[in-house]
């Protein structure tokens, strides 16, 4: 996983400071670490957005204008409900080799023969749950489909154990379906989603 700089400065834990930050192009940040007191920060908000849009997980290297680093992950963002941007956020410091929970997008490659045979891929989760330590857990996952036929459907518990290497594991309930291929609709008159559109092009 890849590890970006952010630089954090302290602030004070108010409602007024918190207000004036954003009118700065800051974002106050609660960072939490097991054992210790909450760190109250605040990031720019430009930075954070660019980090917090991108599809993939990162390790967040929070540098500190004294020089100190701090290894975070994001756990939370709160965004504002008109404008999508990000209004506050919680982080949690961790240290190298300390074993974490963490969100990891997915992604889906592979030519499946049910698709072939005029399936749909229908995704059905499009993150999953990983533990283990950050610097070994990739951005992201990605799920290979080339062997799911028409009608299949994976589920967490089927995740190839070659996507792990061994090095993290991915928590849930194995039940929970992750992708499958559906079959094609059918009309009243008994012709495919894929046929229709076939003769409504030849008409054309």
Do not use: W
């Not at 660019?50 to 994001?74: R, V």
């Not at 941007?85 to 974490?100: L, P, R, Y």
């Amino acid at each position: 996983m890849e590890t970006l700089v952010l630089a954090a400065e302290p602030r004070a834990c108010t409602k007024n400071e918190a207000q004036k930050l954003r009118k700065e192009g800051k974002v106050p940040v609660v960072v939490y670490h097991k054992g210790e007191e909450n760190a109250h920060i605040s990031v720019d908000a430009i930075a954070l957005e660019k980090i917090a849009h991108s599809p993939e997980s990162h390790i967040i290297n929070l540098k500190f204008p004294d020089g100190a680093t701090k290894l975070s992950l994001i756990k939370e963002l709160q965004l504002d409900p008109v404008s999508d941007k990000v209004i506050h956020a919680d982080f949690q410091f961790f240290t190298k080799g300390e074993i974490m929970e963490m969100e990891v997008p997915l992604s889906f490659s592979g030519k499946a023969p049910g698709i072939v045979a005029g399936g749909k891929m229908q995704v059905l989760l499009h993150s999953v749950t990983v533990k283990g330590a950050p610097s070994n857990i990739p951005d992201h996952l990605d799920i290979d489909i080339s062997a799911m036929e028409l009608g299949d459907t994976m589920h967490l518990g089927q995740i190839p154990e070659e996507i792990t290497g061994g090095k993290f594991e991915v928590v849930g309930n194995p039940d929970t379906p992750v992708v499958s291929i559906t079959a094609p609709r059918v009309d009243a008159e008994g012709s495919t989603e894929a046929e229709a559109a076939t003769a409504e092009e030849g008409e054309a």
